[in-house]
T-cell receptor, first 115, second 113 residues
Framework: DAGVIQSPRHEVTEMGQEVTLRCKLI?????LFWYRQTMMRGLELLIY????????DSGMPEDRFSAKMPNASFSTLKIQPSEPRDSAVYFC?????????????FGAGSRLTVL | GQQLNQSPQSMFIQEGEDVSMNCTSS?????WLWYKQDPGEGPVLLIA?????ELTSNGRLTAQFGITRKDSFLNISASIPSDVGIYFC?????????????FGKGTKLTVNP
């Protein structure tokens, strides 16, 4: 298995532009998590899905952020419009939720810079 | 919300030395995980702990799930240069079926050859 695949690895954009980050889950995994990592705040959970359904989006900063899972193996995180304070590394992680064990496998991350 | 206090924030050691880092919380967790993150990569799972008191090893790494379920430690023996990176603890709460993994702020390890 190729693991969790994220794209793009790096993106530089200007304030006000739309940003779309993509994630492909590990085959067979049923839970999907989006995290944001910054020096100041560390790893923050933005949203997670279980069986394609958003379960908790309380970590999404504001309405400019949205996430979707159009199918069981793919997810997008969209920021519109982007702002400089959105600059961070965004990680996608997937897991096979068994009810008792829930070990996340992370992608390599998408480094976003908003100028 | 739940928080994990991870210490130390950073460590500078000589190759061959042993390392110890820990995480504490005021909340109870039923799973503790330890991850390592290399520069430019995502965190990679090192050890998973599922029972209070559990002691688990993975090569030179040893981790324990505290008896109170509010803490965990990770030890690295005989450190080598490739141990450099940021180590994160993460706890999974049993409350309300939450799937949220709460992460510590990380311990940045530097190993001098």
């Amino acid at each position: 298995d190729a693991g969790v695949i994220q794209s793009p690895r790096h993106e530089v954009t200007e304030m006000g532009q739309e940003v779309t980050l993509r994630c492909k889950l590990i085959s067979g995994h049923n839970s999907l998590f989006w995290y944001r990592q910054t020096m100041m705040r560390g790893l923050e959970l933005l949203i997670y899905f279980n069986n394609n359904v958003p379960i908790d989006d309380s970590g999404m900063p504001e309405d400019r952020f949205s996430a979707k899972m159009p199918n069981a193996s793919f997810s997008t995180l969209k920021i519109q419009p982007s702002e400089p304070r959105d600059s961070a590394v965004y990680f996608c992680a997937s897991s096979l939720h068994t009810g008792t064990h829930n070990v996340l496998t992370f992608g390599a991350g998408s480094r976003l810079t908003v100028l | 919300g739940q928080q994990l206090n991870q210490s130390p924030q950073s460590m500078f050691i000589q190759e061959g030395e042993d390392v110890s880092m820990n995480c504490t919380s005021s909340s109870i967790f039923n799973t503790w995980l330890w991850y390592k993150q290399d520069p430019g990569e995502g965190p990679v799972l090192l050890i998973a702990l599922y029972k209070a008191g559990e002691l688990t090893s993975n090569g030179r790494l040893t981790a324990q799930f505290g008896i109170t379920r509010k803490d965990s430690f990770l030890n690295i023996s005989a450190s080598i240069p490739s141990d450099v990176g940021i180590y994160f603890c993460a706890g999974l709460s049993p409350q309300g079926g939450s799937e949220k993994l709460v992460f510590g702020k990380g311990t940045k390890l530097t190993v001098n050859p």
